[in-house]
């Protein structure tokens, strides 16, 4: 019965993540990332910005587009960190994981972009972007 015990507290700690200030994913929550967001969520094939937070795992980021401007295709992105600047801003290191559904062969090298609010609206790498309803 004790090995059973054992076992068991050994197991809940492989799967329980150290605590932390706050998880990248209540980060991004708490900071109002949900959901998907667009320069102009009403244009046909403008870049969207799908964030995601799935039970296990790192969220992501699932940037589709289908215009001349943007070029057409998908891009995965893992957030590996999400961390406060300011209560206007907030910074997240991502790795690309895939485009067009080919794996990254080498997802190793990060990079580190920063939200900002301005208003309802959000301002990330030059895109002012606007939260979609649909």
């Not at 932390?20 to 870049?47: K, P, R």
């Not at 957030?79 to 290191?93: G, H, M, N, P």
Request: charged share 20%; net charge neutral.
């Amino acid at each position: 019965m004790g090995w059973v015990i054992a076992m068991t507290t050994i197991a809940l700690f492989a799967i329980i993540p150290p605590a932390s200030a706050e998880s990248t994913s209540g980060a991004m929550q708490a900071f109002g990332l949900v959901g998907t967001w667009s320069e102009d969520c009403a244009a046909q094939g403008a870049a969207r910005l799908a964030h995601a937070y799935p039970v296990f795992g790192n969220p992501t980021i699932t940037i589709t587009a289908n215009n001349s401007k943007d070029g057409s295709g998908t891009l995965e992105v893992e957030i590996k960190s999400a961390s406060k600047v300011t209560d206007e801003k907030l910074k997240l290191i991502t790795v690309f994981t895939a485009k067009d559904g080919v794996r990254n062969p080498n997802p190793s090298e990060t990079s580190a972009t920063v939200y900002e609010k301005i208003g309802t609206k959000m301002r990330s790498g030059g895109m002012l972007l606007e939260k979609c309803l649909n």
